[in-house]
C-alpha cells in the first residue's frame, strides 16, 4: 500500500513536506490506523493521536484523500492509492498529524456545554419524558472529533469568531434539552453576525462526520427556535 | 468569544423575506405580462405608473437592495482582511446601494410623470 503523508517538525523543518511510504499489510490490517500504526514500526518519528481505535474518541481525526474522517473506521479497501494523509485542515499543525485543538474547544466552552438549571430537582432526578429525551438522539453521539469544524470553509475564515458545527451542534443539544432553563441566554449568546450566522449552509459537515450526525440539520433547528421565541 | 455586535438573526430573515417577496413578484410579474402583454411602450408605461404597480416595484427594489446588502456585508465579513478595512468597505457598499436606491427611485417617479 502507498502512503502520501503530511510531516513537519517545527524542530527540524522549515517547511512542511510529503513523505512518500510503501509497506507490506498484514491480513489482519483492515483500517487506515492500522496501516499508519505499521508504518510507525518503520519510522517511529511520525507523530499520529491514536487511542480508542473504534471510532468512539475521535483522536485520530484527519484528512484522507481531501476528505476529513477517522483513521481506525476507514476501510484500506477503496482507498485511492497513493492515500493522501494530512492533519486537519485550518488547525495549526504541531507536528505531523497532530493538530492543536485549543480554539475549537474553546469555542465549544463557550457555547456553555453543560446543563443550566437552578430548580431544586424533584425526588432524585430530574425526569424527563422518552419523547423529550427523543429529541437529543443526533445531538449527544459527538465525539468532539473536528471532522466537521476543520472541513467547515467558514470555520477557516473566521475561526475566532465563528463556533463552528461542533460547537453548535451541542449548543442545539442544551437548547433542545427540556431539563435545561437557559434556553433564551443560549440563543440571545449566539444571535451576532458572527457566532452562528456565519453558516452558509455548505453542509461539508454533514458530509464528512464520521458518526453520522448533521450539523447542519442542528444550525438550522437553532436558527428555528430563534424565529420562533418571543421578542 | 463572546457575543458581540448586532443580531445575526435579524439579517438571515431580512434576506430570506426579501428573497420570497422578490420571487412572488417576479413570477407575477411573469405571469401578467405574458397573459396580458402591453402592446406598445406607452401601454407598458401607463401600466407602471399605476399607484399598485409602482408600490410593488418600488417595494421590490427595496427587498432587492436588503438583500444585495446583507449578502455582500457576508462577503467582507467572511473575506476582507485585515478586519479593520471591514468598516470602510461596508461604508462604501453602503453608499453604492444607497447611490442605486436613489436611480431607481428617480426612474419610478419619471415614469409615473
Known sequence: MRLSIFRFDPDRDERPYMQDFEIALAPTDRMLLDAILRIRTLDDSLAVRKSCREGVCGSDAMNINGRNGLACVTPVAGLAEPVVLRPLPGFPVIRDLVVDMTRFFAQYDSIKPYLQNDEPPTGKERLQSPRDRARLDGLYECILCACCTSQCPSYWWNPEKFVGPAGLLQACRFIVDSRDRATAQRLDDLDDAYRLFRCRTIMNCTEVCPKGLAPSRAIEAIRSAMTRRPR | ?113
Open chain 2, 1 to 113: 468569544m463572546v457575543k458581540r455586535g448586532p443580531s445575526g438573526w435579524l439579517a438571515w430573515i431580512v434576506q430570506r423575506a426579501s428573497a420570497l417577496y422578490m420571487l412572488a413578484f417576479l413570477v407575477a410579474g411573469l405571469l401578467w405580462f405574458l397573459v396580458d402583454p402591453p402592446g406598445s411602450h406607452p401601454a407598458w408605461r401607463a401600466r407602471m405608473a399605476g399607484a399598485g404597480t409602482g408600490i410593488a416595484t418600488a417595494a421590490f427594489f427595496a427587498a432587492l437592495l436588503a438583500h444585495a446588502w446583507v449578502g455582500l456585508r457576508d462577503v467582507v465579513l467572511d473575506y476582507v482582511r485585515p478586519r479593520s478595512l471591514c468598516g470602510p468597505v461596508l461604508a462604501g457598499l453602503g453608499l453604492g446601494l444607497v447611490a442605486v436606491a436613489a436611480w431607481v427611485l428617480r426612474i419610478l417617479v419619471m415614469v409615473r410623470a
